[in-house]
């Protein structure tokens, strides 16, 4: 076999090439090119990048940020194999990042490496949140109250921590403009400053989920923008009568609500040790809580009656043992105050 064997123009070396061999080939080309300079918009405030016309929240780590974006600046020639770099950056003044990328790779066959430097300038500018927030923009209110009462403060700090947690969630996925302006926890409960319809929606919903009650949403037109019209929504959410725990008396038994649903009540009879519904009536008086019974040692069973001592006076008193309580001598159990009828009664 005969292999034709030519010569390169350039270096009159052996090359199986048509033209100059691999080597003067991978010389010639200029195989690696920088942007010298990239600027990166940036918010001072929260840190969030620009891209274009879109923020984003950014890595929290500069020097990363930097590194990724001087390698976006580079073009590697398509023929380029086994690439790979190394970036050191440095800081030559508060808003500038200089970055030195070595890169190594093979070019038909030939090793080849170059240093490229590129500049990363920091911009700022407040980004889309931090403007609407700094500038007081809102798109709703809700407005939390309660049935013939106030929200009570373990109703409160609920509706807090939901709406926080709610605008965390949108926050981490990326809606970016859903978020709390403000919360003001005022006498007659709570209002929950909101930017977005969205946040109002997924906030309410979960509030009555949680805690019950019924929401009625109120929009007023505001005015125009882009051609879409602009509402900002009132939402009242009316927490029910009764709460989750509550001890109601209907004629003369007492029951412990369990939920409250559109127009019924999942109560557990006291007496019975049974759940029962009743209907939703504003009618039924209200007792207490179940959170604030208080502890006391059964001293003695007699029959149907256990001894106790009363938590507040101290005075030696009997309450019924129903048999679902399960009573014993020496056990714990928790009773609560019927102050209109002076009667000391167990919850369980
Ligand atoms: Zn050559
Ligand atoms: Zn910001």
Known sequence: MNIQENFCPKCGGPTTNEGICDKCLAESIDWIVAEQRVVCTFCPTCGSMKQGNTWSDATPNRELLAEELALG?????????????????????????????????????????ETREVLVVW????????????????????????TDRTPDIHERSRVESIAYSVEDGLQESGERLSFISRIDDIKDGVDVVISSHHIGDLITKQI?????????????????????????????????????????????KYYEVRSVESGTIKVFDLQEGIMNVVREDDSYRIIGNVRDAEYAAVSFIDGDMAGILDPKTFMPITIPAYPWLHLSEGMDVRVMEDRENERIFPVG
Do not use: M, W
């Open 123 to 146: 911009k700022k500018e407040q980004c889309d949140r931090c403007s609407r927030l700094s500038g007081g923009y809102y798109e709703g209110v809700i407005q939390v109250r309660a």
């Open 208 to 252: 009555t989920n949680e805690l019950g009650g019924k929401t009625t949403r109120h929009p007023k037109l505001i005015g125009e923008r882009e051609g879409k019209k602009l509402y900002r929504i009132t939402y009242l959410v009316r927490l029910p009568r009764y709460r989750r725990g509550d001890v109601i008396e209907i004629k003369n």
């Open 73 to 113: 600046a580079l073009k590697v020639h398509p023929d380029v194999e086994n690439l790979h770099f190394t970036v050191e950056t440095y800081e030559p003044s508060p808003n500038r990042t200089k970055c030195i990328i070595h890169a190594e790779g093979t070019l038909y066959g030939i090793p080849v490496q």
